[in-house]
């Protein structure tokens, strides 16, 4: 790293910052009334919220995402009414649906089986990544937020990844499902299973301001993970876990089929 | 891992979730009315909320906690108001303080800069932490939710980990600073900045349930960490970047050292 460039990010932060944190005095994220657009230079990020999802896929990239300064970091659902994650958190979106104005920086969905397979084929949902989807600078997902993004028709002709249980569900939507951690395909971004959105998050930070500034995310959060076993892949878990865990997820992948059928005639696929 | 062994935890899921999901069917944390006791068999796990924590200092455990099964996790606070975390994300709490009852398992607090530094000298907080705390199976934190428990006298003789920029503020609470990832000393159990929370979930589920349990889930939510970059301790970091996420924190370090000397002084350390 130039020691030139590195002063320039420092200082620039520490004169835009003066006493803030990287996270605590980030911009909230309903600090624009409904329907207004943010000022010129903030950049805004649409993540979609919705019953049931699992509140880590949104969590972890929505971390990253308001630490990049400038932002305007969107919950977006139909109405403001709390949605209750998969295991009992309730949040409050910040913006309904028809107040997100067309080309942000990026549109997020994060995933969260039954949730998911729910609103694949919802009406309200489709219209919105339709209408919004394709003006954003990147579309992106985590875990089975993808299958959202598929049945949308936005993943259509692109190399993508998923929770690995259902990354094969990707090719019923036109896409080309990949076994990796972060899959990037032109503007289509999209992450594995729930935890891979820290490290999906970083990618984003990387691209949207630089590898310096996701270098700094990843100190200030701590990010050196150090799992007590090593059982985050198929391969690495051996028969017996992956067996268990593939028998407990046979359902999940039957509602993941159904859906992407549902989308897949009407995609027209 | 014998196979009988295997076999019966393997039989004891599908058996008691049927086409359940580790996550989509967990117990939700707020079903269980204000004041009311969970039934015989399930253990309660109270998370403190509030205003300007960091959400993913929470999320990241909850879900392993909540995926436990048989178990009730609660998000307490002073009402049931949204708290709003440090990046906008506003949170329901599920239980207020008054309606925890003493000897859950696990008592759990969170961090977030500003947010930790105004409660770890808040008189509800307190008389909260100090009524239920001493009375948890496990008294536990992530991040700089170790200086909320220390400030309520909960870790005076323990060996505790914090957020690293942190980390020797626990020496005015009493404590002995430990620089590693999760720490267990007895039944006091604190985990490192924001993301050690996934790892210390793990150590966790491992404690409560059972190695093969905790392989389970680390396979279920893909935890196979592949960071774009190695910057996740100030070693591998390296000097540039540590001096700049150093000197974007010093007012964190200074409010925190305001707030432990207050601590340290209430309770005649």
Redesign the interface.
Known sequence: ?K?LT?AA??GG??GT?A?????????????MPPGMEPPPGIQRIVMLVYP?M???DL??P??LF??LMNVD?Q?VWKDRN?V?S???????P?QTFENVAASPTVIFVPG????TFAIMNDADVLTFLQRVGPTADYVTSV?TGALVLGSAGLLRGYRATT??VVRDVLGMLGATPVAE??VVDRNRITG?????G??FG??MA?KLRS??Y???L????????????D????A??GA??????R???A??VASAMEAAGIAHRRLAL
Request: proline share 7%; with cysteine; charged share 20%.
């Open positions: 790293m020691r590195f990010l420092a932060l520490a910052l006493t803030k944190s990287f996270a605590a005095e980030s911009q909230p994220s309903h600090t049931k699992t509140a880590l969590i972890a929505q971390l308001a630490s970091v919950l709390p209750v998969d295991t009992g958190v309730p949040i409050v910040t969260g089986t039954k949730g875990c929770h690995w951690r972060v594995a299973g729930v935890t891979a820290f490290d970083l990618r990387a590898d310096d996701a270098r700094m990843q100190l200030a959060y701590e990010y050196d993970p150090q799992p007590p076993f059982a985050g892949s198929e690495k878990a017996h876990i992956d067996g268990a865990v028998s407990f997820y359902p999940v």
